[in-house]
């Protein structure tokens, strides 16, 4: 994981976010609740955030979710802060997955998505809406609503979506030590 702002860091913030606002633009699937998707988005973040770590992946995030507000017309404050959140937090449960080890073992993927499971259900079923009521003046019942759903929907993309793309990234990795010289 990287820990400097590399040349190769900063590219990925940019396509990272690009790739952000495409995918939240034309692979979100409504949920049937007004304004809440299942996102491909976070699952995308989480890959980003174990391979270059919280800070990345908190700008990718944030930066992502404002382009792609702005594509729809003006930015949900709110949201946007969240996405940075879930970025960070995405990068902190990533911490100690070494993905160039060519390995991704279960207990890391247990660890990974119990904390990712908690901070998504402190993101947006309590930052959000509570960010919306502050600064929007948005029904609590309804933006709590939105949030509990926007936590589990989130959650469960990632938990699948997510696990299978860095156990995919880190399946192209080389073992350690399994090179042998003959």
Not at 101 to 125: C, D, H, L, Y
């Amino acid at each position: 994981m990287k820990k400097d702002f590399s040349v190769k860091t900063i590219v990925a913030i940019g396509i990272g976010s690009a790739v952000f606002v495409i995918l939240g633009r034309f692979a979100s699937i409504p949920t049937g609740v007004p304004n809440t998707n299942i996102e491909t988005t976070y699952p995308f973040l989480a890959l980003m955030a174990a391979l270059f770590g919280p800070l990345p992946a908190a700008l990718i995030g944030f930066i992502g979710h404002t382009l792609k507000d702005l594509t729809y017309g003006s930015p949900w404050w709110s949201w946007i802060i969240c996405s940075g959140i879930v970025g960070w937090i995405l990068g902190f449960a990533a911490r100690k997955i070494d993905l160039t080890s060519g390995e991704f073992s279960t207990k890391e993927m247990i660890r990974f998505n119990v904390v990712q499971i908690v901070g998504n259900a402190i993101v947006w079923g309590f930052i959000a809406p509570t960010l919306d009521v502050l600064i929007y003046s948005e029904p609590a019942n309804k933006v709590y609503f939105q949030g509990l759903i926007s936590a589990t929907a989130n959650s469960i993309a990632i938990g699948v979506i997510g696990t299978l793309l860095i156990k995919a990234y880190a399946s192209t990795q080389t073992k350690k030590g399994s090179l042998k010289k003959d």
